[in-house]
């Protein structure tokens, strides 16, 4: 367990870290506290701390009087200083000075303070590790200035004027004029899906290569934003012709792409702002890359957005027309299922822009739904739906997501053909349990409907369609109650009853057999607001 000393002149910060951090959790414990810096001198001789926290600002010995002291005889100590963007002179001289990271103190978060805890701890073990007595000065100098970057142009923690004097401090690739701010989204979702560690590497291996070759061109830093976003910003002063500009930058961003595809194996798509001056004007940089990438998730085959080129919106257009005339000429479809199809296309048309997840879950609802109006096995269409959901949920753009959901009707359409070679008696038993899937249905009462012994409908069941005669039943039952979880406001207890289910407790049993969630966490995980897509009114 590493050792963490704490210093802070009115001892206020102190009290806050040691409420708002799990110490031993973290794989630390604090062993002492201190006021100034002379008197957190005297307890790191005598505790030699793994870890320091230290106040900028104190009496008798400041911060950097402290760290100075420390540095002249000890590398490998990690120092975390807390800090007000006000005292930006000596949190540059700290930073030279080799501290890890710096803590707004006014703008300090227990998720925050987990996150650079971590870090920590992380380069202790790896140092304890390997015996390496001092980090890499190149990595800890991209980590700190993506930090500084985010903190004012995402979290804005601080002024224009105080981001300036860190950006001219710390030497970045970057001048107060000419800016224009890129948003990087890499299209490889397999990264999000891998185990942390490794999404971490991959992480840190895109800034590393990207950052070298915008060290080559002398120009642009990047930083890690959320999920697989990353924020480029560049600024071309030097150059004062803007279609010079523009061609330098899709040349840059070109190389990137290249590296992306050639090293990551992932193809990536660029939401770019107009250019501007001034480091006030980063903030509707922002919000215009932003709006330039979202247009990404509805073109085909354009892997960077300019900001106010509409040409996205007529792609869409295009798209959900082409989208339409391929369901309506689509034969094998069940009328009622094709109309609802068609009246979510409808609204399809109103949603250019919105959350590329808002489209993927309409999508995902008519999978669902497809169960309901299909003939087929339930086990069958609940594999399918399941399977296709999961691949709509990884598609990068509308287009793709457009052709999953056609290759799933075409699949329901070949298992609704395989039905078809069904027995007379187990066609006529399917058939009456999908139509009295809410009554109390048993073996012996479809039997004699059919025409047949119970024992041999039992084995017919599970000879022709492999699944027990009460799971089959089940099954419908589950279908048909996740379409109404979907498209209605019904309290569970009322959808079981509607479905067959006397006993709620016994519905949300089977519901979570089958699916392998209970009703609730299936609605939360797989509904949009109905009310979002179809208005207050539309009920599908």
Request: proline share 1%.
């Amino acid at each position: 367990m590493y050792t963490v000393l704490i210093v802070d002149d009115e001892m206020l910060v102190s009290i806050g870290l040691r409420n708002m951090i799990d110490w031993g959790k973290m794989g630390m414990r604090v062993v002492a506290e201190a006021q100034n810096g002379a008197a957190a001198l005297e307890i790191y001789e005598k505790e030699k701390p793994d870890l320091i926290l230290t106040d900028i600002k104190m009496p008798v010995m400041d911060g950097l009087q402290l760290i100075s002291k420390i540095r002249e005889k000890d590398k490998k100590t990690k120092i975390i200083i807390l800090t007000c963007y006000q005292e930006f002179d000596m949190v540059h001289q700290a930073l030279k000075l080799g501290v890890s990271d710096y803590i707004l103190k006014l703008k300090m978060s227990t998720d925050e303070m987990e996150t650079v805890i971590k870090r920590v701890h992380a380069e202790l073990g790896s140092e304890n590790l390997h015996n390496i007595e001092e980090k890499d000065s190149l990595a800890d100098s991209r980590y700190l200035k993506g930090k500084i970057i985010r903190d004012y142009v995402i979290y804005k923690n601080c002024s224009a004027a105080e981001f300036e004097k860190m950006v001219s401090g710390y030497q970045m690739r970057l001048k107060a004029t000419g800016l224009v701010l890129c948003l990087m989204k890499t299209l490889n979702r397999r990264h999000d899906d891998a185990d942390q560690g490794h999404a971490k590497s991959v992480g840190d291996t895109i800034l590393n290569m990207i950052d070298e070759l915008l060290c080559k061109y002398k120009r642009g830093e990047i930083v890690y934003k959320r999920d697989r976003e990353y924020l480029v910003l560049f600024s071309f002063a030097d150059i004062i012709s803007e279609n010079d500009a523009r061609m330098l930058l899709y040349e840059i961003l070109d190389r990137i792409r290249t590296i992306m595809k050639t090293y990551i194996n992932s193809g990536v798509i660029f939401g770019i702002s107009s250019r501007s001056d001034g480091y006030g004007a980063l903030d509707s940089l922002l919000t215009e890359a932003d709006e330039a990438l979202k247009q990404g998730f509805y073109t085909r085959g354009s892997w960077h957005i300019q900001y106010g080129d509409d040409s996205g919106r007529n792609t869409f257009m295009s798209l959900v027309a082409g989208f339409r005339e391929e369901i309506d000429r689509m034969q094998d479809i069940n009328n009622e299922y094709r109309k609802e199809i068609m009246s979510g296309i409808i609204q399809l048309e109103g949603l250019f822009r919105a959350p590329e997840d808002e489209i993927q879950e309409l999508f995902i609802r008519w999978i669902h739904l497809a169960a309901v109006n299909s003939n087929i096995s339930g086990v069958d269409i609940s594999s399918l739906a399941l399977e296709y959901a999961g691949k709509v949920r990884c598609c990068s753009t509308m287009a793709e997501a457009m052709e999953v959901f056609k290759k799933y009707l075409l699949s329901v359409a070949k298992s609704q053909a395989d039905v078809k070679l069904v027995s007379r008696e187990i066609s006529e038993a399917v058939g009456y349990i999908r139509n009295n899937y809410h009554l109390d249905i048993s073996l012996q009462q479809v039997a004699g409907i059919v025409e047949i012994s119970t024992n041999y409908l039992s084995s017919m069941f599970g000879k022709e369609l492999n699944i027990s005669f009460i799971d089959y039943v089940n099954q419908v039952r589950i279908d048909k109650a996740k379409e109404l979880l979907l498209s209605t406001h019904l309290k569970t207890y009322e959808i079981a009853r509607q479905v067959g289910f006397s006993d709620e407790s016994y519905f949300s049993r089977i519901f979570k057999r089958i699916t392998g969630l209970r009703p609730n966490e299936f609605k939360k995980h797989n509904a949009v607001s109905v009310e979002g897509f179809f208005g207050k009114d539309k009920v599908w």
